[in-house]
T-cell receptor
Framework: NAGVTQTPKFRILKIGQSMTLQCTQD?????MYWYRQDPGMGLKLIYY???????DKGEVPNGYNVSRSTTEDFPLRLELAAPSQTSVYFC??????????????FGSGTRLTVV | EDQVTQSPEALRLQEGESSSLNCSYT??????LFWYRQDPGKGPEFLFT???AGEEKEKERLKATLTKKESFLHITAPKPEDSATYLC????????????FGQGTTLQVKP
């Protein structure tokens, strides 16, 4: 059981380049999330999805886009990379019914540097 | 505005020296409070979920408690392998599953 898989683990981008961070989960979780983690700032929500075909903005969505065509996959697209997007990115998934969220399972992260 | 504050930012303990980490929160209707452990270079790992004031959960040397305003993570007789960053997060009412995270407490346990 792989859980949540993120690729790549590390990436260096030049300013203005674009890339897609991949995230896939094999737990049949309905909810998926993208967070970024900066030193001393905690985890900030970028985008989330409550099911295939449904996405919504989180706290810090500017400069990013997402799609969710299947339950398993939730890629994060960076367009026109900027130094402010240097961060560690975590994908997470969870199962949630109307009453309870059963806690996130996180991927191992993608460390992105924009130079 | 929903907010989570953790204290202290960093904590150094000797092996066997018990202590507590604090998580204070303000949220519009608490649906759940979550504790995670994060090791360097890795994703957070789920520890506990607490749903209502008065609830307690335990796992090995860790015990989490919850009141209407804060949660504590008690560490009893810690070992060096307990060294990590501990994250607290809250979920407000609604069906989005979104969590609001605190900044974390970095714990170092020296042998």
């Amino acid at each position: 059981n792989a859980g949540v898989t993120q690729t790549p683990k590390f990436r260096i981008l030049k300013i203005g380049q674009s890339m897609t961070l991949q995230c896939t989960q094999d737990m049949n979780h309905n909810y998926m999330y993208w967070y970024r983690q900066d030193p001393g700032m905690g985890l900030k929500l970028i985008y989330y999805s409550v099911g295939a075909g449904i996405t919504d903005k989180g706290e810090v969505p500017n400069g990013y886009n997402v799609s969710r065509s299947t339950t398993e996959d939730f890629p994060l697209r960076l367009e026109l990379a900027a130094p402010s997007q240097t961060s560690v990115y975590f994908c997470a998934s969870s199962y949630s019914d109307k009453q309870v969220n059963y806690g996130y399972t996180f991927g191992s992260g993608t460390r992105l540097t924009v130079v | 505005e929903d907010q989570v504050t953790q204290s202290p930012e960093a904590l150094r303990l000797q092996e066997g020296e018990s202590s507590s980490l604090n998580c204070s929160y303000t949220v519009s209707g608490l649906r759940g409070l979550f504790w995670y452990r994060q090791d360097p270079g890795k994703g957070p790992e789920f520890l506990f979920t607490l749903y209502s004031a008065g609830e307690e959960k335990e796992k090995e040397r860790l015990k989490a408690t919850l009141t209407k305003k804060e949660s504590f993570l008690h560490i009893t007789a810690p070992k060096p392998e307990d060294s990590a960053t501990y994250l607290c997060a809250v979920q407000a009412r609604g069906n989005t599953g979104k969590l609001i995270f605190g900044q974390g407490t970095t714990l170092q346990v020296k042998p």
